[in-house]
């Protein structure tokens, strides 16, 4: 598979745009006003324990407290003897730091007010950005990425990233990091890229970052919380970290302070063949309207998303879950609608594994494919996903097909999608995508005008609309306000203003020019 990464950088935003064969499945966005915070380190303080939940809240400088699940935290090492198997997988997690100490399967951790009170200092690091509502999660179990390493201070094994699949090559880059890493000094994980490594390479990069931790360490010692320790890398060199390698066919940036800096990273790790691959951008038409990929970012929001043989999703976010459905669209096949619908739905698994990478969606989602009915062909829609979101940078699971033709999966989410950070909900409708329509506006309209004058209130009136509410008014229903003034006494005077929101209107009181609508306008 031919794979490109290009990068856009300009000093108020970098975008970071992933190709496979020449189409663009993940796109990343970083500002200085909504800096990453994953992988940061910092200096909490405890704000509450609450053993109800087995959590904490702690403080670490944000708008709203971090959450400390009991699992995150970090125990002593013979407080679980159960040792893993040989072969576990683990993983590499450079988004976010492992749940578990050393990869032992813990039964159960201790109550959390036992190990942690009120006001206390605890070093802690960010495993999920801020979601909606909710603060960032973090952990207490600290882990640090290298190019080839992942270094964890608490933990006290040796794990290989799951992506590696080949048991030789498993079992030999396991005792190459076993023999490097110092006895009782913490645990490591052997990431992805480090199938070709050599021993004194991981010798080299563990010094490193066990030397970042030692300085991380020694800066709790002065400083207090709340406070930021130690900051992750930018998202250039962080993606050059963990996903440049010779899988990649090019790395192309329009920015020379970028290029410069991607090729002194790769000259530090020795990688000149890759800086081989590094190209500098410097043609008139900018970079993504090269690649022709600047339409399909804009289309990241649309609802719908349509298929090559003429179906099409709908993809719809709510606050618990994220919905997908299905549609053969103007696809209707030849003569076989099982055939038909079996085309359609491997397209679409194709699709939403994409769409999903490319929003940036986490938690669960459900995807509603066209029913089928034989029970292999639900069993190739669903392998057929599975073998698109493999390809996955982040952690994924797919189900099998329930009893109502439904496929439930999750994917991690470590920050928000793209939709909820770059853009923001409507101030008419307020993200529900639907306004009340002219007629709705006027029968509002009418029922607050009668309200008032059940209060007793005779003075002369001005109702102020939207100019689409009152081109109704004098197309539809030019006799309403005489109806009205008749029902309630007083006279009325109707005039457009295009400052309002589509389906607001105003009160105002003509003599004091008082504006009455919150106090009367209920529904």
């Not at 320790?229 to 250039?236: A, W």
């Not at 719908?304 to 696809?331: H, Q």
Request: glycine share 6%.
């Amino acid at each position: 598979m031919k794979r490109d990464i290009l990068i856009n950088a300009s000093p108020r935003e970098t975008r970071v745009a992933i190709l496979e064969d020449d189409q663009l499945v993940e796109l990343l966005v970083d500002r200085p006003d909504a800096r990453r915070m994953v992988g940061d380190v910092y200096l909490g303080k405890v704000e509450a324990v609450l053993p109800g939940i087995q959590a904490a809240f702690v403080n670490i400088g944000t708008d709203k407290a971090a959450f400390l699940h009991a699992s995150d935290l970090v125990f002593d090492e013979d407080e679980d003897p159960d040792e893993p198997d040989e072969d576990d997988d683990e993983d590499e997690a450079p988004d976010a730091p492992p749940k578990k100490t050393g990869g032992r399967r813990r039964k159960e951790a201790p109550p959390i007010q036992d190990v942690l009170k009120k006001g206390q200092d605890l070093l802690v690091q960010v495993s999920k950005e801020p979601i909606s509502t909710k603060g960032p999660r973090v952990t207490a179990q600290v882990s640090l990425a290298g190019r080839f390493l992942v270094y964890m201070p608490h933990a006290s094994r040796v794990g290989v990233s799951r992506k590696i699949s080949e048991r030789d090559q498993r079992r030999k880059l396991k005792e190459m990091a076993g023999a490097v890493l110092p006895p009782d000094e913490g645990g490591v994980i052997v990431r992805t890229v480090s199938e070709d490594a050599s021993q004194e390479t991981f010798g080299r990069e563990l010094s490193t970052l066990m030397n970042n931790w030692k300085r991380i360490k020694r800066k709790t010692r002065f400083m207090r919380a709340p406070a930021l320790i130690h900051q992750e890398t930018s998202l250039t060199r962080g993606l050059v970290r963990d996903l440049f390698s010779d899988k990649v066919d090019s790395l192309v940036v329009d920015s020379k302070a970028v290029f410069h800096e991607i090729q002194e990273y790769l000259k530090g790790i020795a990688a000149d063949e890759l800086a081989e691959r590094v190209k500098l951008y410097e043609e008139p038409v900018p970079l993504f309207d090269k690649y022709d990929i600047e339409t399909e970012i804009r289309d990241l929001f649309k609802r719908r998303c349509d298929l090559p043989s003429g179906g099409y999703l709908i993809i719809e976010p709510t606050e618990a879950l994220v919905s997908v459905d299905v549609n053969s669209g103007r696809f209707v096949g030849k003569k076989d609608p099982e055939k038909t619908s079996l085309k359609t739905n491997v397209e679409a698994a194709r699709e939403v594994a994409r769409q999903l990478r490319l929003r940036d969606v986490g938690g669960i989602i459900v995807c509603d494919f066209i029913d089928m009915e034989t029970q292999s062909n639900r069993d190739r829609v669903l392998q057929e996903l599975r073998q698109a979101l493999s390809r996955d940078r982040a952690r994924t699971k797919a189900y099998q097909v329930s009893d109502l033709g439904l496929i439930e999966m999750t994917r991690q989410r470590v920050r928000q999608s793209h939709l909820q950070s770059m853009t923001a909900p409507c101030p008419t409708c307020a993200g529900t995508g639907r306004i009340f329509t002219p007629e709705t506006v006027l029968r509002r309209m009418e029922r607050s005008v009668k309200r008032m004058a059940s209060e007793g209130k005779r003075d002369p009136l001005m109702v102020r609309l939207h100019p689409e509410t009152a081109l109704h008014v004098l197309t539809e229903e030019q006799d309403l306000v005489r109806k009205l003034e008749k029902t309630v006494g007083f006279t009325l005077e109707l005039r457009d203003d295009p400052l309002l929101k589509p389906d607001e209107f105003k009160l105002v009181v003509k003599g004091a020019g008082r504006d009455v609508t919150d106090q009367y306008a209920v529904a």
